[in-house]
């Protein structure tokens, strides 16, 4: 096994030596979308899971690089969904170009994450395996990106619908980029459903704690201003559990139209006082814990299962 | 072989019985896309050619309908891009639903296409060699998409540039449906690339027949108003044309600053003077005879081969 920084590298290596043909409008939102030296989560998945497995890593390379591809291509559409105008502290896509031209280099990166998939080193019926596990994950997060829309018009969401939602929008895809590793390296079925879970479950943790941070957080380490989803109202784990224990003083806040930091103020005074930022950070912890007990179960050796657990606490970022 | 209208009804039945899952607000704008009786020339080219290849069509279905959930996906998102309100005399779903839901729904569609292509009923090789056919002409579609959008800032576009653009928007994915089908039937490479540049001269053929119609079309059977590329100042086989060899006129026209029945008026004189009515269609009928030829070198028996030559003449409209 490697380090996360060394996978990561060898991802970052990888993109920065795509080239994309012509035409430049529709390949320049692509390579501004695809540069930088991120962190690449979800392929570093991909390349530890099929590492862990004893496969070569060069060949689970192009699946990973799909999976990152298609990670982009979410974000680059989500922006244009959801009127966001900035991302990772640029313009977004639709800003910098236009929403048509966003639109179509994102269909475009679909089809170029596939085809990743698709020109993968593998024999016929594993490139099959890969092939119809990274479409039926692009479904599922279609569906999750729906219901995070759909609670846009909602008053209230329950709990029980955050946790499909999030399960679906970013679970599945921590889940499908593991299960794509493990299919790279040739996993049993049990095998390959404990790495699916694990991504799974780690999504879950992952999206509550990121609920926490934009309340909590620090903005300087998270790029972005602390805030926003209070300001727009978002059925987040924190607001959920307000609207269900304080439902009143919730109420009262809006009624009074409250807004800016004022409003931001008193809807932490609620989260403060019911103490959710501990209870979220105690339930995301509960998911990492699960997270931890499915890859146990994926017959890894010692130095693979600690990257694993590694891997879990640092996405986190909350040494325990 | 069957008749046209067999292999329509084939198509129609199948997209009828389509179910749909949840989230309804996202399927919902899907199902509205595919409703109708259309004609469904792509997947009948599909079964057509699965069938001059005495291959199962039953099997040959499943990738058929993911060559028409394409199909309409790129519709659905040509029309957001193109900022067209109406489709087929109905509400274009961005307007009946949202711009959001719109990318959304399309998203879906594309990997709903897919996975018609991944699930059909093939060996593991043939069903990756109609992934990647599949995934090939998708991005060449939106290849074609783009330069299509960079025509619209641009003052003048060349005759070579304009047919690069549709072969790439409607002839790769006619040409697409056809060796999609090839593949079905397990064609020899020679007689799949027969089939293929069938398809896509067929599609240059239409295309040019479609600008045609434009501007000398029958409204009532177009079902829609003649005269939008001349409002637009698209860039179409006649409008490269007359600016090319009537350039000054044509700039007056716009220097004019002329609109609506003036416009189409003064640009239609132009065309009529250059006849260039009559040169388009000779030029479309080249591309129908060009298409024939290359079936003529496919190894059918008569009855298939007399069922290409027919629907490249319906496919135009105008029996020679």
């Known amino acids: 096994m490697k380090t996360i920084k060394e996978y990561s590298a060898i991802v970052n290596e990888a993109i920065a030596a795509m080239t994309f043909t012509e035409p430049a409008s529709l390949y320049d939102p692509i390579a501004y979308t695809m ?13 530890a899971v099929a590492d862990a497995l004893n496969a070569d890593i060069h060949k689970a390379l192009s699946p990973a690089l799909g999976i990152e591809l298609y990670h982009n291509f979410t974000l680059l559409h989500d ?25 179509l280099s994102g269909d475009t990166m679909l089809s170029l994450a596939m085809g990743h998939i698709i020109k993968s080193d593998f024999p016929a019926d594993t490139r099959i395996e890969l092939i119809d596990c990274f479409n039926a994950t692009a ?22 619908d955050y946790l499909l939602m999030i399960s679906q929008k970013t679970g599945a895809l921590l889940g ?22 694990y991504g799974y479950l780690l999504g879950l943790a992952f999206q509550i704690q990121d609920d926490i941070l934009d309340v909590y957080g620090d903005e300087a380490s998270l790029g972005k ?18 609207g269900d224990e304080a439902g009143d003083e919730m109420d009262d806040i809006y009624r009074r139209g409250l807004s800016g930091k004022e409003k931001y103020d008193a809807v932490r005074a ?25 890859i146990a179960r994926a017959g890894l050796d010692d130095v693979a299962y600690r990257f694993f657990v590694d891997f879990a606490h640092s996405l986190i970022g909350r040494k325990k």
């Open 270 to 294: 609620i989260y403060d006082r019911l103490n959710l930022r501990q209870r979220g950070e105690t339930t995301a912890d509960g998911y990492l814990n699960n997270a931890i007990n499915a």
């Open 176 to 197: 499908g980029a593991c299960e794509i590793g493990a299919i790279c390296g040739g996993a049993s079925e049990l095998s390959r459903e404990a790495f699916r879970n």
């Open 225 to 242: 201003p602390i805030g926003g989803d209070i300001a727009n109202d978002k059925h987040t784990w924190l607001h959920i559990h307000a």
């Open 79 to 103: 922006d244009i969904m959801d009127n966001s105008p900035t991302r990772r502290g640029r313009l977004a896509v639709w800003k910098k170009w236009t929403p048509a031209q966003a639109i």
């Open 35 to 47: 540069e930088g030296q991120g962190k690449r989560l979800r392929p570093v998945l991909t390349l």
């Open 139 to 160: 479904i599922e997060v279609d569906h999750g990106q729906q219901l995070d829309m759909d609670f846009e018009t909602q008053r209230k969401v329950s709990l029980e």
